[in-house]
């Protein structure tokens, strides 16, 4: 009975994707071989062709464990491209509970046809998933349904994430960086395969959300993606960001590795232990490396390397004021509340925030690792004074300005991205704030990723609002008007970009277009005053090895 009672459960499930006969399913023929896919209903029902769980890299694991990703050897057969998956990891809050599989190395490919016609060219927008460099998939939020009513081939994917994305020993053992070379390897399938889908090797556009914003940025500043786009879409995350590099690296792999029980005196025999040790054991250890929570937010993140074939061996703030960057366009956007994350999670524990303030705030402000430990307490102060005033209490009433506070930290390094990249390049640098609460949020906060919802087709798992289509359709216009382009369009608003040394943006608070404008300004947030903290980050870093 229990049997029966599984088969009728999955049963729907399994004739979604087996009600069409073979025959009847798309399929397309690559360098690889066959792919055969299935059909999926867009927003407004129109049927488009799926292929999901297509293979861009060998898998992984044994001894391509901490490797860089291997080109995929061509089948025979047909590849049956009808499911999803995701990389190891464990989840936000509670670190314990571990999912995903080490062969995670798949592309996700969406076409707006019932059958992909090879002769046709037409644009492609590949997004990277956010989450801290730690979280997520390709298919976690970033779903096509939207894109499948317009004339554009939709690619997502996975990537390595955490330990096994972005471990590095510090030296050519394990350089770092694993998890964006995957990337990398994605983006030259697009070029050498999206073709067979009807796509446009010629025209891809890079999105990317929060850390899949960042990657898209630092895409521009690697030499290993250079010809693999031609357009950057980066939502509420650049290059320069706090968490986008990670600190002691080396020091990371030797406690991971003691606390697994790995020989720590040569980096060599350090890693080959490590590939011996089970994923979900290596993932158990994860809590050694939060400080309070989940923070600091990405422990293991993009690193500057020393091996032979590194993605980045610069710092980012250094490659964008030497103009070491891809001369194309790029679109970047932030949200009203950007400190919302990680505020939120402190929204029923103020008291004890307020109390603790000097010990979390390092954890908080993701400061730990940029400044020496002797200037914690008082830089704590320092910033507790200036946002709330004569050290006020941080309570409801306050939180805004704590959330304030988050947003600026932020902010002053967004700017930064784009004041020197369109100072440096040629090619316009846009800029929009999204500031629309929608029709669901009672306190009428905007939240990090807040816009990332009228890209994706039931992000937060419940049907849009009328109002809230309205504002989906503007920014899908903007976005493929970008994509078409390489000019962002709202309406009739002339959009101009960014022109150092002030920051020009297009204001939309709404979907009212009459209240959508531009704006000029000469700073985001008080960058003199986040200067004078010493962090050794961005410009600080370089002064202080005269590199500047």
């Not at 996975?158 to 972005?166: A, D, K, P, Q, V």
């Not at 320092?382 to 306050?398: A, C, F, H, S």
């Not at 609002?465 to 709202?490: A, C, N, Y």
Request: proline share 7%; net charge negative; with cysteine.
């Amino acid at each position: 009975m229990k049997t029966c009672l599984l088969f009728l459960f999955y049963f729907p499930l399994i004739s979604i994707i087996y009600a069409e006969t073979q025959k009847d399913r798309p399929v397309v023929t690559t360098p690889l071989g066959k792919i055969r896919g299935y059909h999926k209903k867009s927003a407004k029902r129109n049927l488009f062709a799926a292929f999901e769980g297509i293979p861009y890299a060998k898998p992984p694991v044994e001894s391509r464990r901490f490797e860089p990703p291997e080109p995929i050897e061509p089948w025979k057969g047909t590849w049956d491209a009808i499911s999803v998956t995701e990389c190891p990891q464990t989840a936000l809050i509670q670190m314990t509970s571990v999912q995903g599989e080490e062969d995670c190395l798949y592309v996700n490919v969406y076409v707006p046809r019932e059958y992909p016609n090879p002769e046709e060219r037409l644009n492609v927008i590949v997004h990277i998933h956010g989450g801290m460099f730690m979280y997520g998939s390709g298919h976690s939020y970033s779903h096509p349904e939207y894109f499948m009513d317009e004339e554009v081939i939709f690619v997502n994917f996975n990537y390595r994430l955490g330990i096994f994305g972005f471990l590095s020993t510090g030296d050519s053992v394990v350089s770092g960086n694993n998890g964006l070379k995957d990337q990398v390897m994605v983006l030259k399938w697009v070029q050498e395969n999206i073709g067979s889908f009807g796509g446009n090797p010629e025209s891809v556009t890079l999105t990317g959300l929060s850390a899949g914003a960042s990657s898209v940025h630092f895409h521009y500043i690697s030499d290993m993606s250079v010809g693999l786009f031609q357009k950057g879409f980066s939502q509420s995350g650049v290059a320069l960001n706090s968490y986008a590099l990670q600190e002691e690296p080396l020091k990371k792999a030797k406690t991971l590795a003691e606390a697994v029980g790995c020989p720590t005196a040569s980096t060599s025999v350090l890693v080959d232990c490590l590939k011996q040790r089970p994923f979900k054991h290596l993932l158990t250890k994860m809590p050694l490396f939060f400080g309070h929570h989940f923070l600091p937010a990405t422990p293991f993140g993009p690193v500057l390397e020393k091996g032979s074939q590194p993605f980045l061996n610069k710092n980012p703030y250094y490659l964008l004021l030497k103009g070491k960057v891809q001369d194309l366009p790029w679109l970047t956007s932030t949200v009203s509340h950007e400190g919302l994350f990680p505020g939120v999670f402190f929204i029923k524990e103020l008291d004890q925030l307020s109390k603790n303030w000097t010990q979390v705030a390092p954890f908080l402000l993701d400061y730990r690792d940029s400044l020496a430990e002797t200037l914690w307490v008082s830089t704590a102060e320092k910033i507790r004074e200036y946002y709330l005033e004569g050290n006020q209490e941080i309570t409801m009433e306050t939180f805004p300005k704590l959330v304030q506070m988050l947003s600026d930290r932020f902010l002053v390094d967004v700017e930064a991205a784009i004041k020197l990249q369109s100072k440096v390049n040629k090619s316009p640098v846009y800029y929009y704030q999204f500031g629309y609460p929608g029709d669901s949020n009672s306190d009428k906060t905007v939240a990090h990723g807040a816009d990332a919802q009228y890209f994706f087709f039931s992000m937060y798992n419940r049907p849009p609002s009328p109002d809230e289509l309205k504002m989906k359709d503007i920014l899908m216009d903007m976005l493929l008007t970008f994509v078409k382009t390489g000019k962002p369009r709202i309406a009739d608003r002339k959009w101009e970009p960014v022109e150092f040394p002030d920051v020009r943006f297009m204001d939309v608070p709404t979907f009212e277009l009459d209240q959508v404008k531009m704006v000029t300004v000469k700073e985001l947030a008080p960058r003199e005053f986040w200067k004078s903290l010493g962090f050794l980050e961005n410009q600080n870093l370089l002064l202080m090895k005269d590199e500047l």
